[in-house]
């Protein structure tokens, strides 16, 4: 991948297939229905976006943390 200053740019494509288990593809289906979201794919970049966010948050709080050798 061609990169500039540490960023990699990949290349568009707009669709992917992905696996669902019941479970997820139940509360996505139930998300569509009650017209939360447009349809499905709506709610999986939902989904994706909200779990970006807690994963950018884990990552802060572990910066956060003071290391585990400096307490002892």
Do not use: K, W, Y
Not at 34 to 47: I, Y
């Amino acid at each position: 991948m061609p990169s500039l200053t540490g960023l990699v740019f990949m290349p568009f494509d707009p669709t992917h297939n992905v696996s669902l288990t019941a479970e997820p593809a139940l509360f996505i289906r139930a998300q569509n229905r009650s017209s939360r979201h447009r349809d499905m794919g709506e709610a999986v970049r939902v989904s994706l976006r909200l779990f970006q966010r807690l994963e950018r948050q884990n990552q802060r709080n572990r910066a956060a943390r003071p290391s585990d050798q400096a307490c002892g």
